[in-house]
């Protein structure tokens, strides 16, 4: 069997006999040092185990996660990646060679710091190793994998403008780490603490069980963002099937009354979320139009971006609340006596629309080099400046021009959720009828 090319290739550079040797002297030392500074034998080996897991957090989960993002944008920065991709290895093996080659050298540092830390904690009362050993390993995995799922997201946007999307990756890998460092300890606690999951009990094997299935997520997302920059088309299934978990996994923490209502805003949510991440591409709506008027279903799904199959599925959910009673409707976003959440519903997904045809229209003008801030820094006015203003004027019933307005008339509410996504609409046909326009 031959070897994976991505593997071989960071077999050779990265574990010279330089590097084989110094991170265990290094980390030896680092034990040896722990174990003589603390009082006693016990605290010793607890010592060296707070030691490896931190060693372990820095080299393996952290550094790790920067080497797998780097293994695609070094290939851009050194101008090597097209040529990876005109190769003939197939986008599985693309991802995880490039997953675990560019990482060898923290796995390396693994088989060091686990076995120190399995038998620093091994006489501790009280600690299930097996449970601390499944986290530390899932959550390097999921570091990695959202390292390489992020390089390849900045790779899909550099176009002509290469040196742009390089020049974003340090500013990308600082959000991520200190997401990865701060998010994910926040995240896993309230799992453990959550009290139950659909009716269920939940507890720290519930939090391992999760972290890990989030792990081989962000894994499969990062083999389809491969498949994409490899030329393999991707059919809308996966992006529907991370949709349909999350709001399954999700819905279990919220009470029965309001869980079609939180899916709801779950995928509105991972609708902006793919819009704001996807290149807007209007040569592929245009072949998603030609596939569906010649009813060539296979094309159209595979032409379909994510934003608009999430869109798809939120208009649905919004359909299921219109047809709820309103009894069954009650939110907390609503104040006592105002509309229930079928009002909400409308207005959450018009000013969706809104949201989604401003940052077409922003991109497809082609007039300025980053759409996306753009597009957040017109919605934070619209949002919140504005409605700032109105309101400091007494003008407070316009602010449903530029919000939400559960508590209004819902006429009023809903024509003035409507002007947005309408006069949007009509810019974003002009521009289709006549791209030279200015709109």
């Given at each position: 069997?031959?070897?994976?090319?991505?593997?071989?290739?960071?077999?050779?550079?990265?574990?010279?006999?330089?590097?084989?040797?110094?991170?265990?002297?290094?980390?030896?030392?680092?034990?040896?040092l722990?174990?003589?500074?603390?009082?006693?034998?016990?605290?010793?080996?607890?010592?060296?185990?707070?030691?490896?897991?931190?060693?372990?957090?820095?080299?393996?989960?952290?550094?790790?996660?920067?080497?797998?993002?780097e293994?695609?944008?070094?290939?851009?920065?050194?101008?090597?990646?097209?040529?990876?991709?005109?190769?003939?290895?197939?986008?599985?093996?693309?991802?995880?060679?490039?997953?675990?080659?560019?990482?060898?050298y923290?796995?390396?540092?693994?088989?060091?710091?686990?076995?120190?830390?399995?038998?620093?904690?091994?006489?501790?009362?009280?600690?299930?190793?097996?449970?601390?050993?499944?986290?530390?390993?899932?959550?390097a995995?999921?570091?990695?994998?959202?390292?390489?799922?992020?390089?390849?997201?900045?790779?899909?946007?550099?176009?002509?403008?290469?040196?742009?999307?390089?020049?974003?990756?340090?500013?990308?890998?600082?959000?991520?780490?200190?997401?990865?460092?701060?998010?994910?300890?926040?995240?896993?606690?309230p799992?453990?603490q959550?009290?139950?999951?659909?009716?269920?009990?939940?507890?720290?094997?519930?939090?391992?069980?999760?972290?890990?299935?989030?792990?081989?997520?962000?894994?499969?997302?990062?083999?389809?963002?491969?498949?994409?920059?490899?030329?393999?088309?991707?059919?809308?299934?996966?992006?529907?099937?991370?949709t349909?978990?999350?709001?399954?996994?999700?819905?279990?923490?919220?009470?029965?009354?309001?869980?079609?209502?939180?899916?709801?805003?779950?995928?509105?949510?991972?609708?902006?979320?793919?819009?704001?991440?996807?290149?807007?591409?209007?040569?592929?709506?245009?072949?998603?139009?030609?596939?569906?008027?010649?009813?060539?279903?296979?094309?159209?799904?595979?032409?379909?971006?994510?934003?608009?199959?999430?869109?798809?599925?939120?208009?649905?959910?919004?359909?299921?609340?219109?047809?709820?009673?309103?009894?069954?409707?009650?939110?907390?976003?609503?104040?006592?006596?105002?509309?229930?959440?079928?009002?909400?519903?409308?207005?959450?997904?018009?000013?969706?629309?809104?949201?989604?045809?401003?940052l077409?229209?922003?991109?497809?003008?082609?007039?300025?080099?980053?759409?996306?801030?753009?597009?957040?820094?017109?919605?934070?006015?619209?949002?919140?400046?504005?409605?700032?203003?109105?309101?400091?004027?007494?003008?407070?019933?316009?602010?449903?021009?530029?919000?939400p307005?559960?508590?209004?008339?819902?006429?009023?509410?809903?024509?003035a959720?409507?002007?947005g996504?309408?006069?949007?609409?009509?810019?974003?046909?002009?521009?289709?009828?006549?791209?030279?326009?200015?709109?």
């Amino acid at each position: 069997m031959e070897l994976n090319p991505e593997l071989r290739r960071n077999l050779w550079l990265e574990l010279g006999p330089q590097r084989l040797l110094l991170m265990p002297l290094v980390l030896g030392l680092l034990f040896a040092l722990a174990y003589a500074l603390a009082d006693g034998v016990d605290a010793g080996r607890y010592a060296v185990a707070v030691t490896a897991a931190i060693a372990y957090g820095l080299v393996c989960v952290l550094w790790g996660m920067h080497l797998a993002g780097e293994a695609v944008l070094g290939e851009v920065a050194a101008r090597t990646w097209d040529w990876q991709r005109m190769s003939s290895v197939a986008p599985w093996s693309m991802t995880w060679g490039k997953l675990l080659g560019s990482t060898l050298y923290p796995w390396y540092a693994a088989l060091f710091c686990l076995p120190a830390f399995a038998l620093g904690v091994a006489s501790v009362p009280g600690v299930d190793l097996g449970w601390w050993l499944g986290m530390l390993l899932g959550g390097a995995v999921l570091a990695h994998a959202l390292g390489l799922t992020w390089s390849l997201l900045l790779v899909r946007y550099r176009g002509d403008r290469e040196a742009g999307a390089l020049q974003r990756r340090s500013s990308a890998y600082l959000v991520l780490l200190l997401l990865l460092l701060f998010g994910l300890p926040a995240l896993l606690d309230p799992l453990q603490q959550a009290g139950s999951w659909y009716g269920r009990e939940t507890g720290s094997y519930f939090a391992l069980g999760s972290l890990l299935l989030f792990a081989a997520w962000a894994v499969f997302g990062a083999y389809r963002l491969m498949r994409s920059e490899l030329q393999f088309r991707n059919g809308p299934w996966a992006w529907l099937g991370f949709t349909a978990y999350l709001m399954g996994y999700l819905g279990g923490f919220v009470d029965p009354d309001h869980r079609l209502f939180a899916c709801y805003l779950l995928g509105l949510g991972l609708t902006l979320v793919a819009a704001f991440a996807e290149p807007r591409d209007p040569l592929g709506l245009r072949r998603l139009g030609q596939a569906l008027r010649e009813r060539a279903w296979t094309r159209a799904q595979q032409a379909a971006p994510p934003w608009l199959l999430g869109l798809g599925v939120s208009v649905a959910l919004a359909a299921a609340l219109l047809l709820q009673p309103a009894s069954a409707c009650r939110h907390a976003l609503c104040p006592e006596g105002s509309p229930d959440q079928r009002l909400l519903s409308v207005l959450l997904l018009l000013f969706v629309l809104r949201d989604l045809g401003l940052l077409g229209l922003v991109s497809l003008r082609g007039r300025s080099r980053r759409p996306e801030f753009a597009t957040v820094i017109y919605l934070l006015v619209l949002y919140f400046v504005v409605p700032w203003l109105l309101d400091a004027v007494g003008a407070g019933q316009l602010t449903a021009l530029f919000w939400p307005r559960a508590d209004l008339a819902p006429a009023w509410a809903v024509g003035a959720a409507a002007l947005g996504p309408g006069v949007l609409g009509v810019l974003l046909w002009r521009w289709r009828r006549d791209p030279g326009q200015p709109g």
